[in-house]
């Protein structure tokens, strides 16, 4: 079946590194994502990554992928207090049928402490 | 520019009554979906369309109904709400760049069925 799990909190001291990290089930997903969600709003794309990649790197945003393990993690260098939100995984299968179809996570909620 | 725009942003329904929520984006996208998001849980998928005319069930379709009769909006009908219809509800549209699905969310409808 198709399963995204994640730790569902992280506290952090601002100018620490955040790690966030995420398994999935589905073998066969092609794109995993990390949506950022803040207070009273909907969610946004923050990164993503093609699963032939182990590592993709945008500016503070780093994104590991261990296929083997089916473990996605997101890392946040020098995370800032406008970094707290809550931050969904989601993967989603290439042609399937049913267009369309992310499977989301739980949701981590990362605190940053001043 | 507008985006993916929900209306209303809360409502408190009686048990049994009926209500529709409004999603409408001006990005020209065909792909338009709906979600709800229970707390400590990901995104659940109700109903998704392809283009206007055309819908499908997601996860979770049961107690809703839609309908796509232009490419920019979407409305989500609840027919005789039940308390287990309380949630936030994020609509969604999306279109593909050359590899790869991109989600752009409203901001959320918070729904109370007491």
């Known amino acids: 079946g198709e399963d995204v799990e994640q730790s569902l909190f992280l506290s952090v001291r601002e100018g620490d590194s955040s790690v966030i990290n995420c398994t999935y089930t589905d073998s066969s997903s092609t794109y995993l994502y990390w949506y950022k969600q803040e207070p009273g709003a909907g969610l946004q794309l923050l990164t993503y990554i093609f699963s032939n990649m182990d590592m993709k790197q945008d500016q503070r945003l780093t994104v590991l992928l261990n296929k083997k393990d089916k473990h996605l993690s997101l890392r946040i260098a020098d995370t800032q207090t406008g970094d707290s939100a809550i931050y969904f995984c989601?993967?989603?299968?290439?042609?399937?049928?049913?267009?369309?179809?992310?499977?989301f996570g739980q949701g981590t909620t990362l605190q940053v402490k001043p | 520019n507008a985006g993916v725009t929900q209306t209303p942003k809360f409502r408190i329904l009686k048990i049994g009554q009926s209500m529709t929520l409004q999603c409408t984006q001006d990005m020209n996208h065909n792909y338009m979906y709906w979600y709800r998001q229970d707390p400590g849980m990901g995104l659940k998928l109700i109903y998704y369309s392809v283009g206007a005319g055309i819908t499908d069930k997601g996860e979770v379709p049961n107690g809703y109904n839609v309908s796509r009769s232009t490419t920019e909006d979407f409305p989500l009908r609840l027919e005789l709400a039940a308390p287990s219809q309380t949630s936030v509800y994020f609509c969604a549209s999306s279109y593909w760049d050359r590899v790869n699905e991109k989600l752009f969310f409203g901001s959320g409808t918070q729904l109370s069925v007491l």
């Open positions: 989601a993967e989603t299968i290439h042609g399937s049928s049913n267009t369309g179809k992310l499977i």
